[in-house]
């Protein structure tokens, strides 16, 4: 079994992976609100998980007000998807010795 990816498994970044393979994309506020964040925690979250590649970030304006949006990638949903494959593998191990006991 592989270890869990770190860069998943942190709380609030699989929060806004699990949001994100949900919709097709979400903007800043949205996020903001759906996962009740600050704005640097989720800045700074979404950050790590762009540079992972797991998450593409578009920025806009809405005449002068800047606009952020975000989706998952295909490699954040192939992560995504190999991460909670690992939690049932651990799930399953731990059902295993459960029922041996």
């Not at 506020?29 to 593409?56: M, Q, Y």
């Amino acid at each position: 079994m592989d270890e869990l990816d770190r860069t998943i498994h942190e709380p609030a970044r699989l929060r806004i992976l699990t949001v994100l393979s949900g919709v097709d994309e979400a903007d800043f506020n949205f996020l903001l609100n759906t996962l009740g964040l600050t704005k640097g925690n989720l800045s700074s979250h979404i950050d790590r998980l762009e540079k992972a590649g797991f998450v593409n970030v578009v920025k806009s304006f809405n005449g002068r007000i800047p606009h952020t949006d975000f989706n998952i990638t295909v490699e954040g949903l192939q992560a995504l998807e190999r991460y909670w494959e690992e939690l049932d593998a651990i799930r399953a191990m731990k059902d295993m010795r459960d029922a041996d006991a």
